[in-house]
């Protein structure tokens, strides 16, 4: 279709165009595994929200770039510019191909408002309806590729940010904490 050959070459050129640097850690989330279990209930009751890891990894997301603002810039020319806002970016696998919706001003969202908008974000780009304001204008984005069960992948940026965020699986594993055996 017209729109994956699109996608295609929107990418072909981020790879064309981008220093790509790939760089993976592994995260232990048990803290915010208890924290969702706590919240669902509160959550669904007072927002009519499901507090989703992915709706919790936004939140971080976008409190790490107020302490990392460079990472939330674009390259113009020779000067690397900065935005004070952030428009979040979700790849969101579809009928027509893979998109990337985002949130706009995320930064001045609560969990349960970030929850709320990604929920209906989501929802718009699998049912096709998502507005050319949607895909446009991102700051950073996440793709999700544990939905796949992979624990990572090596992503391509959409053009314009800097960054991407890629998800793997979320399981338990053992953990060493620090000081203890």
């Known amino acids: 279709s017209a729109m994956r050959r699109?996608?295609?070459e929107h990418m072909r050129r981020s790879l064309e165009t981008s220093a790509h640097v790939t760089?993976?850690?592994?995260?232990?989330?048990?803290r915010v595994v208890q924290i969702r279990e706590k919240l669902k209930k509160e959550y669904q009751?007072?927002?009519?929200?499901?507090?989703?890891?992915?709706a919790f990894i936004a939140r971080?997301?976008?409190?790490?770039?107020r302490d990392y603002p460079l990472?939330?810039?674009?390259?113009?020319?020779?000067?690397?510019?900065?935005?004070?806002?952030?428009?979040?970016?979700?790849?969101?696998?579809?009928?027509r191909g893979l998109i990337v919706p985002n949130i706009k001003a995320a930064g001045g969202l609560s969990l349960p408002q970030l929850a709320?908008?990604?929920?209906?974000?989501?929802?718009?780009?699998?049912?096709g309806h998502s507005r050319p304001a949607d895909l446009?204008?991102?700051?950073?984005?996440?793709?999700?590729?544990?939905?796949?069960?992979?624990?990572?992948?090596?992503?391509?940026?959409?053009?314009?940010e800097s960054a991407i965020v890629c998800l793997g699986t979320i399981a338990p594993r053992p953990w060493v904490h620090e000081g203890q055996l």
């Open 6 to 8: 699109g996608i295609a």
């Open 23 to 30: 760089s993976a850690i592994a995260v232990d989330l048990s």
């Open 45 to 54: 009751a007072a927002y009519g929200v499901n507090p989703t890891y992915l």
């Open 60 to 65: 971080a997301t976008v409190d790490t770039l």
């Open 71 to 95: 990472v939330n810039g674009e390259l113009r020319g020779d000067q690397i510019v900065t935005k004070n806002f952030v428009n979040l970016g979700f790849a969101v696998a579809t009928q």
């Open 116 to 127: 709320a908008q990604l929920t209906t974000l989501i929802a718009t780009a699998r049912e």
């Open 136 to 160: 446009s204008g991102g700051t950073l984005s996440i793709t999700n590729v544990g939905v796949f069960g992979v624990d990572g992948g090596i992503p391509i940026l959409n053009p314009g």
